[in-house]
């Protein structure tokens, strides 16, 4: 007789306990998201601490996190601030910036990967933490063809970067987008949106194409990342960089352990 242990393994790749744990974190992911950014470096060691191949991990990660950008990017849409476009220019350019991306991460070894993720995920959770004042004054709008010229080129090269790493790409796009492009805010938060799905989930289909997605475990876990969204966008919080940090923090220094430890052993 099968005991709750097996069946939640067959079921989700991994056991109850880890299970719990990564639909928490990920859940808290799409609150910081939400409220602060950065929710992709909760959400992506959370896979790897459960115990995740690399590969694994990243590519059940972009699912419930497409899950999580596509109610974001619904909302955005509704609101009026994606200028379709401009958003067609660069969902051209993310796709194919995402799918060199992706197809890179299948073919680079897990050991990098691991020690990769070791050096950049701190540095990535610094630039993220600390870029919350861009965007605030607007620059003078450049020509249209200069402007599309310059958004395709972000879409293209942060597409490579979501399509083989993915955590901070929403901070980094807006930075691009309102300091290079010279987007409005909301402009920029729009098209931000509409370049992130567009690198989800053209990685994602690279990655079930590949057989690297767990299925249930990343639906499970989409949903509580889409339940995280929506309670930290109607949060209100004012100070949400206060709430971000330390979990942020905390996520990084398990993560950083689990992995040193599984060098070591």
């Known amino acids: 007789m099968e005991t709750v242990v097996d069946v939640c393994q067959q079921l989700f790749g991994i056991a109850p306990g880890a299970m719990l744990l990564v639909c928490l974190l990920v859940f808290l992911a799409g609150y910081v998201d939400a409220i602060a950014g ?3 470096l909760i959400s992506l060691p959370a896979y790897m601490i459960a115990g995740l191949p690399t590969h694994a991990a990243i590519a059940t990660n972009k699912m419930s996190s ?3 950008t596509t109610i ?3 909302h955005y849409a509704k609101s009026g601030y994606i200028q379709w476009k401009l958003a067609g220019v660069c969902v051209v350019l993310a796709v194919a910036g995402s799918t060199i991306g992706s197809n890179l991460v299948l073919i680079t070894s897990d050991a990098f990967l691991r020690v990769f993720l070791l050096a950049v995920l701190p540095i990535t959770a610094i630039y993220v933490m ?3 004042s861009f965007g605030k004054q607007d620059k003078e709008p450049l020509s249209p063809k200069r402007t599309a010229s310059l958004c395709a080129l972000v879409a293209f090269c942060v597409g490579v970067y979501d399509g083989f790493y993915g955590p901070g790409t929403g901070t980094f796009l807006m930075l691009l987008l309102t300091g290079v492009a010279h987007l409005k805010l909301k402009s ?3 098209i931000t949106k509409a370049i992130n799905l567009t690198t ?9 194409l590949h057989g690297q997605v767990l299925l249930v475990l990343g639906l499970v876990a989409g949903t509580f990342n889409i339940v995280g969204n929506y309670l930290g966008s109607h949060s209100f919080s004012k100070n949400g960089g206060a709430v971000a940090r330390p979990i942020t923090i905390v996520v990084l220094v398990i993560f950083f352990a689990k992995v040193i430890w599984d060098f070591v052993a």
């Open 200 to 208: 989800n989930v053209t990685a994602l289909v690279v990655f079930l």
């Open 188 to 190: 920029a938060a729009g």
């Open 66 to 68: 497409t899950m999580g």
């Open 130 to 132: 600390r870029s919350k």
């Open 38 to 40: 950065g929710g992709g």
């Open 72 to 74: 974001a990017t619904w």
